[in-house]
């Protein structure tokens, strides 16, 4: 119970800081809530399970660890859990997205029940993140006729990882905030001096532009729950100086959607804008995140009679607008046309940032579907002839679309 309590603690401090509960990364912990939800009279187990569904990161950690074997536990019916079905658990594993889950995932897909095996298989189907050792146990049970494992492989030949995502939608609703004019640094969504803080994402987002730009973009969430919140750079570019995954983390956490229901403060899809468009770097990390980067162009150097550019007393070019994105303005991006909108108006042609790769990985939530397509490239050879003919006819998709597969 001592880790518990200091965690309870620990959440009581962060309350003063409006913060919430930090996400539990640590075996030792969760393996203490793990204990209480068991007990069905323990005082803290709703709690608990608030915490351990909730508020426990996935991925590598040794929390994920735990949890997916006592998700493993409910499944094989080896603990009972009341509020955790079966669904429940597999649909919890889903989202875990690597490390221990997919081996928790591989173990029931290659085991001796098959009502299992199949809805294990089903959720690995979704899952982008095998590593070498993952793909091998797959590879050895297929060399062993075994069909479940045909079955994932076949499935990862055909992408349906990626391929049975809902599409993109032809019309996303955005509305304009405007963080600063001229060019914005990363620095300004992602204090250097604050890096002590970028472990902790809640806390780190506080350090973004200023307090005040924090209300401003929560009222605007507020008036326009079905829009997403775009961040614009004013008569400059967006995201100059140090490339830094935190800044566009930041936005992602202040103005994208979340990843998973139960991952806490991990957020994706930002989208941004700039008169100048977005620094190349910066742009590649809303890309990889499956967000949309905008060049706006909705200043231009004005000129006179003859075409030259009108200077001012500095000698500075003199800007005219040529249509608004001042805060609060709703716009449409239309990913078919690939055009800006404004009610009817048609403001500007966005192909450069919904080219075809890029609106892959707006479908896929980030990069990372596109980028697992090359490893079961290499296992080609390993498939059956109708999996390397659904492998030879992915190939031939990506490649007239954007490349995604050679990259």
Known sequence: MNMY??????????????????????????SEIIEQIKDLGNEYREDSLKFFIYNTLPGT???????????????????????ISTAFAFELLSHMKGGPSIEVLLDLALGNDAA???????????????????????KEAFKNDNVIAKEILESYAKAEFFTKLPEVPEEIQI???????????????????????????????????TPKAQDEIKALQALHPDKSVMLIAEKG??????????????????????ASPYVPFVNIAPIVGGTNGISPIFLTTVDVTGGIGIDLKNWVKKTDAEGNIVRDENGDPVLE???????????????????????????IDISKALTPQKKEFIRAGGSYAIVFGKKYRRLQPKFSVLSQLWCLRLQKKFQTKGRGLQR
């Open 5 to 30: 309590k200091d965690y309870i603690k620990e959440i009581e401090e962060r309350k003063v800081q409006g913060l919430h509960p930090k996400p539990i990364d640590g075996a030792e912990l969760l």
């Open 237 to 258: 570019t967006m995201g100059v100086g140090s490339s830094r995954m935190s800044g566009v983390n930041n936005v992602a956490l202040w103005t994208g959607k979340q």
């Open 61 to 83: 950690t040794s929390a994920a660890g735990v949890k997916a074997q006592f998700l493993k536990e409910i499944i094989l019916g080896e603990s009972v859990v009341e509020e």
């Open 321 to 347: 607008e040529v249509y608004s994105v001042a805060t609060g303005t709703v716009l449409t991006i239309n990913t078919k046309t690939k055009k800006l909108y404004n009610g009817e108006q048609e403001l």
């Open 116 to 138: 299992i095996a199949q809805q294990a298989a089903a959720v690995l189907q979704t899952q982008v993140f095998l590593y070498d050792a993952d793909t091998d146990r797959l």
């Open 175 to 209: 509305v304009t905030f405007i963080a600063g004019e001229g060019d914005i640094s990363t620095d300004l969504l992602s204090p250097g001096n604050q890096a002590h803080s970028r472990s902790d994402r809640e806390l780190h987002g506080k350090c973004m532009i």
